[in-house]
Every structure is written in structure tokens, then in C-alpha cells.
T-cell receptor
């Protein structure tokens, strides 16, 4: 499809397991963002990619969280040794990211809902 | 610190009534401003944005917002609510940070529309 695609749409895991969440951005979009949306809260910024480099990792909550991106394509968010507080919807968005200023809009995927038991 | 504040986690209106969702930002330099809407079980989609130029911007589904620099506000309005407007609305601002920008979101306002 032409939009941002995320998988899996739903993931239930046991505490202590590792999970991988995948994001396929819109073709040609150089900027890619991961956000976390916990129940009753707003969107929490996690990490930003420009191409395959991540100039801003400041939002990653702990060293259990990591992300990578292959070129200007797929990104994977990995959570190691999951905890119950990691339960949330993880949203990916992409943008044309013109220059160094975000003047375009973000296009969001439908999210990956993670439940840690 | 740069931030976005949405006043009211829930707003209830009757169908046909005015919708007003409030958003304020905190920044020494006016950012680009956005409103996104999230319908149940769907991703966020852009309603409207302010970058430069006219301070009153119109978006989809009859929504509009006005940028007021003196009040550091970007409130979202719609003259007449429709049942289909029930959703969660997020205000966002694009702040510059070390030569690049990211979107900072408010906590969201759930709009409830009653018949």
C-alpha cells in the first residue's frame, strides 16, 4: 500500500521476553519517527531517523530499547526483557523531512499494540 | 522547556454545537503547529497545520484553527459538531533541536458528541 505499514498490529508477550516491532515507511520518505502511546496519555517521542542515522535517541526510555533503520526504508524497534510498563501502542510515522525543518506533515501507521503480561 | 499543552482531557458537546479544543505551546520561537485526529482503532491523520502566512488555517471536515502568537495558542474550532467528529485530537508543535526538528505532541483531548 501507499501508507506507513506497521507489524505486528497486536503482540502479547510475557514479561522478560524480547519483542521486535517493524515499520515500513512511505517510499521516498527520509525521516522516520517512533512514538509510544500509553493508555490515557499522549504521544511520547522515542527516536527519530534521518536516513539510517538517528540524530535524536533522547526519547528511548532505557537501554532495553533500541532501534535501527536500513537505508531509507524499514525500521525495527526492539525491546529487550520486556516489562509490564512497556505495554502501549507503538506508533511509527514518516515524513519527507525537507531540509532540517519539518515543514511537511507526518504520516502515521496504525500502530503496534504491545501487551506485556 | 519547549512543550505543548492541551487544556481538558475530555470535551463533551451536543451535535450541532460549537467545538473548541484548546492548545498552547511554550517556546521562545514560534513553532510550526499541527492538529491531528485519531479515530478509534486508526492511526493519526493530519487535520490542519500552520507554518507561515495566514494565521487562520482551514482543515478537513470543517475544522479550523487560529495561530495567536501573543497568546501562544493554536485552538481548534468547528462551528457545528457532527457525531462523526467524535475522536481524540492531538495538538503538536515542531520545535528545532540542534539543527533538526521533531514533533512534540500534547496529551490529547477526547471529543465526545451527544445527539
Amino acid at each position: 500500500g501507499a501508507g506507513v505499514s506497521q507489524s505486528p498490529s497486536n503482540k502479547v508477550t510475557e514479561k522478560g521476553k524480547d519483542v521486535e516491532l517493524r515499520c515500513d515507511p512511505i517510499s521516498g520518505h527520509t525521516a522516520l519517527y517512533w512514538y509510544r502511546q500509553r493508555l490515557g496519555q499522549g504521544l511520547e517521542f522515542l527516536i527519530y531517523f534521518q536516513g539510517n542515522s538517528a540524530p535524536d535517541k533522547s526519547g528511548l526510555p532505557s537501554d532495553r530499547f533500541s532501534a535501527e533503520r536500513t537505508g531509507e526504508s524499514v525500521s525495527t524497534l526492539t525491546i529487550q526483557r520486556t516489562q509490564q510498563e512497556d505495554s502501549a501502542v507503538y506508533l511509527c510515522a514518516s515524513s519527507t523531512g525537507q531540509g532540517s525543518v519539518l515543514s511537511g506533515e507526518l504520516f502515521f501507521g496504525e500502530g503496534s499494540r504491545l501487551t506485556v503480561l | 522547556a519547549q512543550s505543548v499543552t492541551q487544556l481538558g482531557s475530555h470535551v463533551s458537546v451536543s451535535e450541532g454545537a460549537l467545538v473548541l479544543l484548546r492548545c498552547n505551546y511554550s517556546s521562545s520561537v514560534p513553532p510550526y503547529l499541527f492538529w491531528y485526529v485519531q479515530y478509534p482503532n486508526q492511526g493519526l491523520q493530519l487535520l490542519l497545520k500552520y507554518t507561515t502566512g495566514a494565521t487562520l488555517v482551514k482543515g478537513i471536515n470543517g475544522f479550523e484553527a487560529e495561530f495567536k502568537k501573543s497568546e501562544t495558542s493554536f485552538h481548534l474550532t468547528k462551528p457545528s459538531a457532527h457525531m462523526s467528529d467524535a475522536a481524540e485530537y492531538f495538538c503538536a508543535a515542531s520545535f528545532m533541536n540542534s539543527g533538526y526538528s521533531t514533533l512534540t505532541f500534547g496529551k490529547g483531548t477526547m471529543l465526545l458528541v451527544s445527539p
